[in-house]
């Protein structure tokens, strides 16, 4: 008891990572799911337009949530293709299947769509920094006691079967804490 085996250190990282900067994706994805709503608006129907295709019978549309753009620069050159999701599901003219209906999409949206995307590429980065700190610390440790020891706060990304009774803190990991805490982990100090 309190061993920690290798499919017990990847559920200990797996569930220090869970959630990681959960706002911040939440609202990246809000933002795209705005972006693939108001290119829909734009080339495919406009609210008004959408109004009546959805008193229309059912079989004149094919319907899904993800809207597949093309993305152009300001010099018209398309640049990047991406399917967005919409964020309700939404009808398209029947003879348009998924792949068959893009849009191509002008230099604003493109800006918006780089802007997200790097977003989400920092994001990803800051969250990679994170689990990688959490595996060093981690794979440094062959118990749970151990464990504890050195990083006390981890106690609650244990499993219950393996946690044993927590000793002193020899060795402070307040940087990974700070970087959990950043990323939205609430932390609790063991009793």
């Not at 004149?60 to 597949?68: A, G, I, P």
């Not at 920092?122 to 062959?142: C, F, G, P």
């Amino acid at each position: 008891m309190g061993k920690l085996t290798k499919a017990i250190r990847e559920e200990i990282i797996e569930e220090a990572s869970e959630g990681l900067f959960a706002k911040e994706w939440d609202l990246l994805r809000k933002r795209r799911n705005a972006l693939a709503d108001a290119t829909f608006n734009k080339h495919i129907a406009t609210p008004a337009q959408y109004t009546v295709m959805r008193k229309l019978p059912s079989s004149f549309f094919n319907t899904s949530n993800e809207l597949r753009c093309y993305f152009a620069s300001e010099a018209g050159v398309n640049e990047e293709c991406a399917d967005l999701e919409l964020s309700q599901e939404r009808r398209f003219p029947a003879f348009a299947s998924k792949y068959a209906r893009p849009v191509f999409v002008d230099s604003d949206a493109y800006d918006e769509f780089l802007s997200i995307k790097n977003a989400e590429n920092a994001l990803r980065k800051k969250r990679d920094e994170i689990v990688k700190q959490i595996t060093q610390v981690v794979l440094s440790v062959n118990t749970a006691k151990r464990l504890l020891e050195i990083w006390p706060e981890g106690a609650k990304f244990i499993p219950p079967e393996v946690t044993p009774t927590s000793g002193v803190p020899m060795v402070l990991v307040s940087g990974l804490n700070a970087a959990l805490v950043t990323a939205g982990v609430e932390l609790s100090p063991t009793p």
